[in-house]
């Protein structure tokens, strides 16, 4: 079975270049059929030009966009321009780290071959940095939220690493609307309610000091409440229209 890497970048230089060269590493030991494909979502003109000397015509497939349209809109370009069987994608900074993607791979190749999506289920190693303590908890409370408003048991679907069997999720792709974080939580979701199998992977996770998340915890808590409340109405509104009961 064949994979397509998906790596988005919004100014992410020279930090994708790392991940794309780890990562290359990675899949050429494992002798899998792999392709990269990387999107950047509307990055400044100087990184455009680095992204275009670093990954030449042919290497890679390289989208540049004109405008930032978030990471979603991104990974959703990605997936529609790649060619294997199995597509994934991975925040290009690896703090989730690099070795996730042949986990979620086996995972749907050979522990779980019915799986239509295996995404990778986030074990933080806790420690007494503030920042990183609130990113946590943060995440715990998104969490929890989408379990209580989705029904989705104790999914992490809001993890930056996830693999779809390509086939599976066009099925549904045009009908997931959120462009940016909340693109995460709808694709499950809409992998669900379309009946699709989708599976965990545990994968231990150490937050990095060094980085400076884009992750602010009030204002994106409240961004995924609305975002989560819009997809709610929609939802309805789908049941309504097919008859069934609200």
């Known amino acids: 079975m064949s994979l397509s890497i998906i790596l988005t970048c919004?100014?992410?230089?020279?930090?994708?270049?790392?991940?794309?060269?780890?990562?290359?590493?990675?899949m050429q030991a494992a002798r899998i059929d792999y392709e990269f494909i990387v999107v950047d979502d509307g990055s400044s003109e100087a990184v455009q030009r680095a992204?275009?000397?670093?990954?030449?015509?042919?290497?890679?497939?390289?989208?540049?966009?004109?405008?930032?349209?978030?990471?979603?809109a991104a990974v959703t370009?990605?997936?529609?321009?790649a060619s294997k069987d199995y597509v994934c994608f991975?925040?290009?900074?690896?703090?989730?780290?690099?070795?996730?993607?042949?986990?979620?791979?086996?995972t749907a190749t050979v522990f779980e071959p019915g799986a239509d999506m295996v995404i990778a289920d986030r074990c933080y190693r806790w420690n007494l940095n503030l920042?990183?303590?609130?990113?946590?908890?943060?995440?715990?409370v998104v969490r929890r939220i989408t379990s209580w408003a989705l029904d989705l048991g104790?999914?992490?679907?809001?993890?930056?690493?996830?693999?779809?069997?390509?086939?599976?999720?066009?099925e549904f792709l045009g009908e997931v609307r959120d462009k940016r974080w909340f693109?995460?939580?709808?694709?499950?979701?809409?992998?669900?309610?379309?009946?699709?199998?989708?599976?965990?992977?545990?994968?231990?996770?150490?937050?990095?000091?060094d980085k400076r998340s884009s992750m602010r915890v009030v204002r994106d808590v409240v961004n995924f409440s609305r975002a989560l409340y819009a997809y709610k109405r929609k939802e309805k509104v789908g049941r309504r229209t097919a008859g069934g009961v609200v």
């Open 90 to 106: 991975i925040d290009s900074d690896l703090e989730i780290p690099a070795y996730t993607l042949l986990v979620l791979y086996y």
């Open 10 to 26: 919004f100014n992410e230089v020279p930090i994708i270049f790392g991940s794309y060269t780890a990562l290359t590493t990675m």
């Open 131 to 140: 920042r990183n303590l609130i990113r946590n908890f943060g995440s715990l």
């Open 183 to 209: 693109w995460d939580t709808e694709v499950v979701a809409e992998a669900i309610r379309h009946s699709q199998r989708v599976v965990q992977a545990p994968v231990v996770v150490t937050r990095r000091n």
């Open 51 to 72: 992204l275009q000397a670093f990954f030449p015509e042919g290497r890679v497939r390289l989208i540049l966009s004109s405008q930032n349209e978030g990471r979603g």
């Open 154 to 170: 104790s999914l992490d679907t809001e993890t930056g690493a996830k693999l779809f069997r390509r086939s599976a999720v066009l």
């Open 77 to 81: 370009k990605g997936i529609r321009t």
